[in-house]
């Protein structure tokens, strides 16, 4: 059954803690991303990579860091320099980082908390 | 600079009657644009795509777009709205540029069907 897959669906994390999102998926896809979505804002792009072993800053990636050790995965932390990390974050893939005809696939989606 | 604009926030349609959500782009050179729909603490599910070719693009679920360059827009319809077509909707823009980073999402209209 191919796909992403995001774990955890819920995430709670304390004041201070980092946090780790994953992201897995089996498409064979070079480019994945990361988004963040708020109420009202649309998504955000935080973290993206084009191919295994490099990853680039979005529009919001303070606070973040990611990591594509693996071609299927680019997990994501949280950081605790993250001043408001409550939202829901969006893993996503796509065939080719340059290919503009080719749409992107999302996961499930992660809903993290602050508590 | 290359950005989307979707101008209703939110849209209500009664069930049985056509629906159309909105989209406007600015972008340089030739655009692609893709519809994507969001149900509720759920990832985005690709609807349709426009690359090139006729103006009226058909889509999963009953769904179709059409691209007004004259209008730079890319309005999404269905000729008659089931209830389980409310949801969040999200028009994306590619722009010209090369990269992983060239995806662009408006901040998305929530469609209410009312039966």
């Known amino acids: 059954d191919g796909g992403i897959t995001q774990s955890p669906k819920y995430l709670f994390r304390k004041e201070g803690q980092n946090v780790t999102l994953s992201c897995e998926q089996n498409?064979?896809?070079?480019?994945m991303y990361w988004y963040r979505q708020d109420p009202g804002q649309g998504l955000r792009l935080i973290y993206y990579?084009?191919?295994?072993?490099?990853?680039q800053k979005g529009d919001i990636a303070e606070g973040y860091s990611v990591s594509r050790e693996k071609k299927e995965s680019f997990p994501l932390t949280v950081t605790s320099a993250q001043k408001n990390p409550t939202a829901f974050y969006l893993c996503?893939?796509?065939?080719?980082?340059?290919?503009?005809?080719?749409?992107?696939?999302f996961g499930q989606g992660t809903r993290l908390t602050v508590v | 600079a290359q950005s989307v604009a979707q101008p209703e926030d939110q849209v209500n349609v009664a069930e049985g009657n056509p629906l159309t959500v909105k989209c406007t782009y600015s972008?340089?050179?030739?655009?692609?644009l893709f519809w994507y729909v969001q149900y509720p603490n759920r990832g985005l599910q690709f609807l349709l795509k426009?690359?090139?070719?006729?103006?009226l693009v058909k889509g999963s679920y009953g769904f179709e777009a059409e691209f007004n360059k004259s209008q730079t827009s890319f309005h999404l319809k269905k000729p008659s709205a089931l209830v389980s077509d409310s949801a969040l909707y999200f028009c994306?823009?590619?722009?010209?540029?090369?990269?992983?980073?060239?995806?662009?999402f408006g901040t998305g209209t929530r469609l209410t069907v009312i039966p």
């Open positions: 996503a893939s796509s065939r080719t980082a340059g290919q503009k005809n080719t749409e992107a696939f």
């Open positions: 498409l064979n896809h070079d480019a």
């Open positions: 990579s084009q191919i295994v072993n490099d990853f």
């Open positions: 972008v340089s050179g030739n655009p692609y």
């Open positions: 426009y690359i090139t070719g006729d103006n």
């Open positions: 994306a823009v590619r722009g010209p540029q090369t990269g992983a980073n060239n995806l662009f």
